[in-house]
């Protein structure tokens, strides 16, 4: 399945991919739309642009994807740089190069998140079907993380409008909303904290 907004066209349409011949049964019934594979007034515009943002990410595709990559490496590398007790995680899996999840030692996720806001930045804790979720996300905890790394974990997502003047803003912002919060938390036993904090 794919989501249409990921392609920068609106929310609220998508695709699914069947393979030839494997049995399908429908969710929504009731109608003859879509070969009677999903009942239901199909938003035609929407598919319509779908479809446009499809092309223009196909011909975009090569250059493009690259130089997202460049970029996220470059915010995860200043960020490691800048900030102790930063664990990068999945950086040895093969991953899409848009999206970026850091550790922060000694914080919460979402109090990273509300100060980033702040600044006007957008980030967040998990995918958008765990948003509003205080568990630590299920993920990272199957990939071995503690749920105290787990609950300190943020995704940074890059798209194609992405810029160096962001990236470059955010490793500005970023450490000291870090070193705010190490301050505030009650766990000083960790030696990245107490270094940021001196």
Sequence with gaps: SLSAHKLHAPKGI??????????YQSYIVGGG??????????????????????????ASLGGEVE???ALRDRMEDGILE??????????????????????????????????????????SSGSACTTGSMAPSHVLIAMGLSPEHAMGAVRFSLSKYTTDAEVDYLLEKLPAIIKKLRRASPKTEHPAAEAVNS
């Design 14 to 23: 998508g695709c699914l991919y069947v393979r030839q011949g494997l049995p």
């Design 33 to 58: 739309q879509e070969s009677g594979r999903r009942g239901g007034t199909e938003n035609v515009a929407y598919m319509i642009a779908f479809g446009k943002a499809a092309e223009m990410a196909t």
């Design 67 to 69: 130089r997202i990559r």
């Design 82 to 123: 800048a900030i102790p007790g930063v664990t990068r995680n999945g950086a040895k899996e093969p991953r899409l190069a848009s999206t970026s999840n850091l550790s922060f030692a000694d914080c919460e996720a979402e109090a990273i998140l509300l100060l980033l806001n702040r600044e006007g930045i957008c980030a």
